[in-house]
């Protein structure tokens, strides 16, 4: 069982929709982080979050920290939210070693 | 949110030469920086980690010689992959650490396409 775990694999919506993204670990984390890579790999990193919630524009993260898990949402989703979404966690006291989620593949369809 | 920059964004190059990518913190001073690989449909696998003024560490399997490694201000470092191979076509990310402790935070820049003909 891989330590950092996201779900969907894939997701394939309609515009507009609400989309959640989840991301379950399973060591003791400092910190997690979103990151959205696009088709050409461009990275762009949404969030880091060590509790509760963040939001910007229409990008809301979450993370309980209780039960090891984050959720990524888009509300309003549009075709340019396509792209892939992982998830990566800061391993507690391992001097900033990173796991990766495998990333959860986005379509939004016009 | 703070920004990385990587230069340049894209790079062709012919087997046998070195190839120089820059990443840049543009509005904080980065005591640590970190670079990436990612192969295709892979998620990314950390190559090293450096911290200003002194040597990178290194993760198993990659060769220190092959990836060279300067981080030579608390603004930049570079990645120089010598004798690039056709092998070494990847895409290169790195990230660039704030603060300390509880405190920092970890920042990533865009990414470099390298494809080595």
């Known amino acids: 069982k891989n330590e950092v775990e996201q779900s969907p694999q894939n997701l394939t919506a309609q515009e507009g929709e609400f989309i959640t993204i989840n991301c379950s670990y399973s060591v003791g984390i400092s910190a997690l982080h979103w990151l959205q890579q696009h088709p050409g790999g461009g990275i762009v990193s949404l969030f880091m979050l060590s509790s509760g919630k963040k939001k910007h524009g229409r990008l809301i993260a979450t993370i309980n920290i209780q039960e090891k898990h984050s959720s990524l949402h888009i509300t309003a989703s549009h075709p340019r939210d396509s792209a892939v979404y992982i998830c990566a966690v800061r391993v507690m006291d391992s001097n900033y070693q990173l796991i990766w989620g495998a990333g959860t593949k986005l379509i939004i369809k016009p | 949110g703070a920004v990385v920059s990587q230069h340049p964004s894209w790079v062709i190059c012919k087997s046998g030469t070195s190839v120089k990518i820059e990443c840049r913190s543009l509005?904080?001073?980065?005591?640590?920086m970190f670079w990436y690989r990612q192969f295709p449909k892979q998620s990314l696998m950390l190559m090293a980690t450096s911290n200003e003024g002194s040597k990178a560490t290194y993760e198993q399997g990659v060769e220190k010689d092959k990836f060279l490694i300067n981080h030579a201000s608390l603004t930049l470092s570079t990645l120089t992959v010598t004798s690039a191979h056709p092998e070494d076509s990847s895409f290169y990310i790195c990230?660039?650490?704030w603060g300390s402790g509880s405190r920092s935070e970890q920042f990533f820049g865009p990414g470099t396409r390298l494809t080595v003909l």
């Open positions: 509005d904080f001073q980065a005591t640590t």
């Open positions: 990230s660039a650490r």
